[in-house]
């Protein structure tokens, strides 16, 4: 559960996000921040993470107290059932150059917090984030958070897993076009797949900018 509660900032996005994998209240900073939660919520190797969960202490060279309460920590799914836990700090490239002097001797507590503990301490910029990935996940995030709201949701992921079986390679457009000849009915298809491609169902290169032109594949 996070230990320090999240300040309104009229400078920076803050919020609340709804994730499924959110152990306690997913709340943020930037919008950065909320990239990174969505990324999470998203990825398939993450078992649930926690936004701010503990408050690191040490002393400063003059001898008082300080306290450091990174991001969030994340809990890998690794083999054997095993699982890997990170502890994350999100900052934009230019507050870390700017607050470098601040912001050393915080890192270097976390990292020996971190390493008793058998985590690892790791920075998220922008540089992470910005990215093609990023983009297709803030596209297919919301058809995998809410699931398929069709009442024909079953038949239509029948369809759509035989098809691309049966293709073996395809694109969005070409696959949905081999089960429907109408656009209509096509497009009633289209968020079921776009639902497969989110879970991971359907294989494609999410490093590529997805369109309708996107090659995908069957993965079975």
């Not at 559960?1 to 943020?28: D, E, L, Q």
């Not at 408050?55 to 799914?77: A, F, N």
């Not at 293709?167 to 009915?185: C, I």
Request: hydrophobic content about 40%.
């Amino acid at each position: 559960m996070p230990v320090r509660k999240i300040p309104k900032n009229y400078r920076n996005i803050t919020g609340i996000a709804a994730h499924s994998k959110s152990n306690g209240t997913a709340a943020y900073e930037s919008s950065l921040e909320r990239d990174f939660l969505s990324l999470l919520e998203f990825s398939d190797d993450v078992t649930q993470f926690e936004v701010q969960p503990v408050s690191i202490e040490w002393l400063d060279p003059s001898g008082k107290k300080r306290t450091y309460t990174p991001d969030v920590l994340v809990h890998y799914k690794q083999s054997h059932h095993s699982t890997i836990e990170i502890l994350y700090e999100v900052k934009y490239r230019s507050d870390i150059k700017e607050n470098w002097l601040v912001l050393k001797p915080k890192f270097k507590a976390a990292i020996a917090y971190c390493k008793a503990r058998g985590w690892r301490f790791k920075l998220i910029t922008e540089a992470e984030l910005h990215t093609i990935y990023m983009d297709n996940v803030r596209f297919l995030l919301p058809y995998v958070t809410q699931g398929i709201l069709h009442e024909h949701y079953e038949a239509h992921m029948t369809l759509i897993d035989q098809q691309i079986r049966t293709l073996k390679t395809s694109t969005p457009n070409d696959l949905l076009a081999a089960v429907f000849d109408d656009e209509w009915s096509r497009a009633e298809l289209l968020p079921t797949l776009w639902y497969l491609i989110g879970t991971f169902q359907i294989g494609i290169d999410l490093n590529q900018p997805l369109s309708m032109q996107s090659k995908i594949w069957s993965i079975r």
